[in-house]
């Protein structure tokens, strides 16, 4: 992992990183070239770009930049086989971004949006510049352009006045949508930022109830995701980390596919061709040909 940007300018009303972290900051790009440079010489043949508010990227260098920009000057600069992008907020993943992510080898099909709600009031109150509409339409967007891309999202449940009503509208927006998979937060309050101060708190043990509810969709879509490419051929990127229940070695696809392969390590660190055979819960089974 390379983080290129620290800091945050939104001031979502439940989150405390700006006033811990404080302003967007970036990575000059020379420096990211050379972190990446760094990393691949060291061995690393993945690198996953980081940050708190990645979209703002370049934003705040002279010359000013983006992550468009930088992505391409990475894949100009250096060799590194694959580039894997952290979180990016729905507003900031652009056309060119969807664009370099189709057209590019290199770039990972993987992308993870925060929803947070899909309760336009709700996303009102959190201080959040979209709506659910926004997120709908960018998400069947990238899934137009990209049908293989793996497309995950946050939720936050329970936040002050999300009633049943609300739950469910966010439910339902994930549910219909090609969402491969869902990271679930509880919402809790934190010191010092302003829904900590919010009425109409939701009791805890709807919270649970409610978090589970989620997960559970989200590990249907990641199980129905997964069953597109059984039987089909994929290349994924061996870790050197061994499966605990099968012991089989795991390997990780561009489109963030776990997938278990029953050999020596000798295969660790190498991108590799295998088919799937079979889903063993949200991982798949596969074989190398």
Avoid: W
């Avoid at 990475?74 to 990016?88: C, T, V």
């Avoid at 995701?225 to 061996?238: A, K």
């Amino acid at each position: 992992v390379l983080k290129i940007q620290d800091g945050c300018d939104a001031f979502c009303t439940y989150c405390i990183v700006p006033y811990a972290r404080g302003p967007s900051r970036s990575l000059p790009p020379d420096d990211v070239i050379d972190g990446i440079r760094a990393l691949s010489d060291a061995g690393y043949i993945e690198i996953v770009l980081s940050g708190i508010h990645l979209g703002h990227y370049g934003q705040d260098l002279k010359p000013e930049t983006n992550l468009s920009d930088l992505l391409k000057r990475i894949e100009h600069a250096s060799a590194i086989p694959r580039l894997r992008l952290s979180s990016i907020e729905p507003l900031e993943m652009t056309d060119e971004l969807i664009e370099q992510m189709a057209e590019s080898s290199r770039l990972c099909r993987h992308f993870h949006i925060p929803l947070q709600s899909g309760d336009n009031g709700i996303l009102k109150k959190m201080r959040r510049p979209y709506t659910a509409d926004d997120f709908k339409q960018l998400i069947q967007k990238i899934h137009k352009r990209i049908p293989d891309a793996a497309i995950g999202a946050d939720i936050l449940v329970g936040f002050p006045g999300e009633n049943d009503a609300a739950f469910n509208t966010t439910f339902e927006c994930i549910r219909s949508l090609p969402v491969t998979y869902l990271h679930v937060f509880p919402f809790s309050a934190r010191p010092g930022t302003p829904a900590a101060g919010y009425a109409r708190r939701v009791p805890s043990e709807v919270i649970k109830t409610r978090c589970e509810h989620m997960r559970r969709l989200g590990k249907m879509k990641r199980m129905r995701f997964n069953q597109h490419f059984i039987g089909r051929r994929i290349t994924i990127l061996v870790e050197n980390t061994r499966h605990k229940a099968t012991g089989f070695l795991k390997g990780i696809s561009s489109n963030y596919l776990t997938v278990l392969i029953d050999t020596d390590d000798s295969l660790s660190n190498q991108i590799l061709s295998v088919r799937v055979i079979e889903q063993l819960e949200n991982n798949l089974l596969g074989v190398i040909e």
